[in-house]
C-alpha cells in the first residue's frame, strides 16, 4: 500500500510529536514542516510581525491564521509534490479545512500522541533546544549547554515555563482537540500512546504509518 502523502501529528505541547515527526520524516524521506519553527524564525529575524508572533507565544495563545496563513500556505505550496510530516499544523478547525483545499482527504494520515499532562510538564522542564541547528534535547542536569551534534548552545523556549505550558495545554483542548473528532469522522486517525520511550513511540508510529 502505498504511503499516505501529509501525515500530520497531534499532540499536547511538549507531547514528543516534533521528535517523532523529524524521526519519521528522515525514516521515510519525507520533508519535515514544523510551524513552531517557522514562527520562531520570524521572531528571531526582529520583524514587526515576529514581534507579535513572540508575544502571543510566550503568552500561550495561537498565532491568528490570518498571519499565519500566509506564510504556512506558501510553504506547503513549495511542498505539495513531496511527502510532508506535519507537525503544529493544523491547529484548529479553520486551518484543517485551509489544509483540505490544498490535499484531497485521500492524501492523509492523522497520528494522535497523547500524554498525560504531569508527563508534559516533566519533558517541558527538562527540554532544551540547540540554537543553532534546532536539535531537540532532554537535559539531566543545568550543566548540559552544548549541542552534540554541532556544538551550539542549548538554550530554555521563552514558552517553556509552568504557567504558560498550563495556558498551552489549555489552548490545546480547547482549539486543537476539535479537530481529532473532524479527522475521525474521516477515518484518518491511528492513536499512539506517546508515554513509553522514544523508541518505543518511534516503533508504533512505524507501524501505524507502514
Ligand atoms: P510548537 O513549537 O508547535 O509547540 P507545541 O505544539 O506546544 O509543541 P512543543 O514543540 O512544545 O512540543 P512537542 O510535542 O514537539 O515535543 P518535543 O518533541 O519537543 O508551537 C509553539 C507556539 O507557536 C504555539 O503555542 C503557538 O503560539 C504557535 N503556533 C505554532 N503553530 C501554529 C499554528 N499552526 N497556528 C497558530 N499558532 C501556531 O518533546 C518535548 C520534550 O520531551 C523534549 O525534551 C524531548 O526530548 C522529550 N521527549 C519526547 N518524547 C519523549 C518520550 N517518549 N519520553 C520521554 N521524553 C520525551
Known amino acids: ?24 520524516a528522515k525514516r521515510i524521506g519525507y520533508t519535515y514542516l514544523g510551524t513552531g519553527d517557522l514562527l520562531r524564525a520570524e521572531v528571531e529575524k526582529g520583524t514587526e510581525l515576529g514581534k507579535k508572533f513572540g508575544e502571543l507565544m510566550s503568552r500561550g495563545e495561537l498565532i491568528p491564521d490570518e498571519l499565519t496563513d500566509p506564510i504556512i500556505k506558501a510553504k506547503l505550496e513549495r511542498l505539495k509534490d513531496s511527502g510532508i510530516v506535519l ?33 508534559l510538564l516533566k519533558r517541558m522542564s527538562s527540554r532544551r ?54 479527522y475521525k469522522e474521516k477515518g484518518k486517525v491511528k492513536d499512539i500512546d506517546g508515554e513509553p520511550p522514544i523508541s518505543e513511540v518511534t516503533k508504533q508510529i512505524e507501524e501505524a504509518v507502514s
Open 87 to 119: 507537525d503544529g499544523y493544523p491547529r484548529n478547525l479553520e486551518q484543517a479545512k485551509t489544509l483540505k483545499e490544498l490535499f484531497p482527504d485521500e492524501d492523509f494520515l492523522v497520528l494522535n500522541v497523547s500524554v498525560a499532562p504531569d508527563s
Open 1 to 24: 500500500m502505498e504511503k499516505p502523502k501529509v501525515i500530520l501529528l497531534l499532540g499536547g505541547p511538549a507531547s514528543g510529536k516534533g521528535t517523532q515527526a523529524k524521526i519519521l
Open 129 to 182: 533546544i540547540c540554537e543553532k541547528c534546532g536539535s531537540i534535547y532532554t537535559i539531566k542536569s543545568e550543566d548540559e549547554k552544548t549541542c552534540d551534534s554541532c556544538g551550539g548552545n542549548l538554550i530554555q523556549r521563552a514558552d517553556d515555563s509552568k504557567e504558560i505550558l498550563e495556558k498551552r495545554i489549555k489552548t490545546y483542548e480547547d482549539r486543537t482537540e476539535p479537530i481529532i473528532n473532524y
